[in-house]
Every structure is written in structure tokens, then in C-alpha cells.
């Protein structure tokens, strides 16, 4: 199956919609995400966020007066982020694949929010492709953040348990060096594998954050509760420590973060 066929037929059948709201990890996320996208963006900004989703970051930027271009493959994706941007004048959603922004020029945009694409492409070819355009599109001093998928983050919560055997087989080779193949639906990445994919490109590499840290994990089990006052908490303690190096590789989802350097 095409790797766009196999990410519409899985995003036709998840709901997408909820997925930042209905878990603490979610919520996390959400808040990790938009506290380092207020911390690199002048507001107001032009914004481009390539693998959209239903909107959720597209959206809250628009509404907080930047310009905002959503770009979506999944088909069912684009249909609710255009139905839930109703009314936002300054938000434009097209679909398309990161691997091919030539619809936009060289350095048109303030930043570039690189939300999905990584998880889903195992060809070292197309990932290079959709870094390259990324950065292309962006102004020199512009920032692009790039979430990512932590490999023992994916170890720890999907396969920590009788599975754990099918998930180093899936995984990691023999000489447990990671494994990328399009069977895999998503694919991780170690630390230092991803914040390579950027050394040879004119960007500078500002920071690499945990964007939910161990929650998911947490979350598995059902005996696990967490009130609004503990999550505050958690959420201060998090945004704190997020950067440390030590915290990055469990983490569920991660974001690399760099600015493309002025010509």
C-alpha cells in the first residue's frame, strides 16, 4: 500500500479531533507545544504547519491574529480542519504532501510547524525531502519545529510487556540500530539520530524538547488518576525540566527546534 493511501485509510478510522483534549498526555502536549511556539514567534506572524491535523495549532494561531496555511494529506483530516475553520479569514488549509511544497516560494514564511509528516515517512529520501522544503519555505531567522516520535517512547508504551519481543523485532536491527519501514504505520527516532537529519542543513539548532514526557505511559494504566490541581503542577514541573537531555528519549512525543540562518 502507498504510504498516502495507508495514512488516509488510518486517519479515516482515528479520531484525530480529540486527541490533544481527551488525555493528560494530550493536553500536555497541546501546552508544551504552544508554549515553545510563543517563545520563537512574533506575534503577528506568518504561518505555515505542514500535517495539520483537524486544525487544533493551525486554528489557536489564526485566532490569535497570525496568518496562518494549514497543509494536510488525510483527506478526513482536511475535511473537519476546514469545517472547524469557519470563519477564520486568515487561515488557509490546502492538502498536500511536505515531501512537495512547490507551491510556495523560497522564504515566505515566519514559521514553519513540520506537526506529522516525520512520523510517517520511512523513506531516508522523502524525510530529507520534506526537511529541505521545510526549511526553504522558511525566512532566513525564521524558526521550524519538528515533532517526532522518540523510539523508546514508542518501546516503553506500545510494547512494555510479553510484547516487548514483537517490538525490538519490528524496531531495531540485530546490532539494535533503528529500524524505518512503511509496515510500521509510525516510525521513532533516537535523540541524536533526528537532531542529525538537520547538520547539513543552514539551520541552527536551538533546542530539542519532551513534548508529554512519560504520561501516555502513565495513562496505560487504568488505575491511573490525575486531578486538575496534580496536573498544574506536573505542567510546571514539565515545562521546567522538558529540555533536559535526560528526559527526552522516554518521552512519548518530542520537537526539534531550530532557526533557519540569515543569508
Keep these: 500500500m502507498e504510504r498516502s493511501e495507508m495514512i488516509n485509510e488510518f486517519y479515516t478510522g482515528y479520531n484525530e479531533e480529540n486527541r490533544l483534549s481527551k488525555s493528560r498526555h494530550g493536553q500536555m502536549e497541546y501546552r508544551t507545544t504552544m508554549h515553545f511556539i510563543h517563545r520563537y514567534l512574533l506575534q503577528p506572524g506568518k504561518i505555515l ?3 495539520a491535523g483537524t486544525g487544533r495549532y493551525s486554528i489557536a494561531l489564526a485566532k490569535e491574529g497570525n496568518s496562518v496555511t494549514a497543509v494536510e494529506l488525510a483527506e478526513r483530516n482536511l475535511e473537519l480542519l476546514r469545517r472547524n475553520a469557519e470563519g477564520l479569514d ?32 520511512y523513506e531516508a529520501e522523502e524525510r530529507d525531502a520534506a526537511l529541505r522544503e521545510a526549511v526553504r519555505v522558511t525566512k532566513p531567522g525564521g524558526t521550524i519545529l519538528t515533532a517526532f516520535l522518540p523510539i523508546h517512547g514508542i518501546m516503553i508504551d506500545n510494547y512494555l510487556g510479553d510484547s516487548f519481543p514483537d517490538g525490538m523485532e519490528e524496531n531495531f536491527t540485530e546490532a539494535f540500530r533503528v529500524r524505518h519501514f512503511q509496515d510500521q504505520l509510525f516510525t521513532g527516532y533516537e535523540i ?52 533536559c537531555r535526560e528526559l527526552l528519549g522516554t518521552s512519548a512525543h518530542a520537537i526539534h527546534i531550530c532557526r533557519k540562518n540569515s543569508q
Excluded at 486568515?90 to 516560494?105: E, H, K, P, S, V
Excluded at 506536573?234 to 529540555?243: E, G, I, M, S
Design 49 to 51: 504547519e505542514l500535517g
Design 192 to 243: 541524536d539520530e533526528l537532531e542529525s537529519l538537520f547538520r547539513e542543513l543552514p539551520v541552527t539548532h536551538l533546542t530539542t524538547v519532551a513534548a508529554d514526557g512519560v504520561l501516555e505511559m502513565a495513562e496505560l494504566n487504568q488505575a491511573f488518576s490525575m486531578s486538575d490541581e496534580a496536573f498544574e503542577a506536573y505542567a510546571r514541573y514539565h515545562l521546567h525540566f522538558c529540555q
Design 90 to 121: 486568515n487561515l488557509t488549509a490546502y492538502q498536500g504532501d511536505a515531501i512537495d511544497l512547490r507551491r510556495f516560494a523560497d522564504d515566505s514564511f515566519d514559521m514553519t510547524l513540520v506537526f506529522g509528516p516525520l512520523y510517517h515517512l
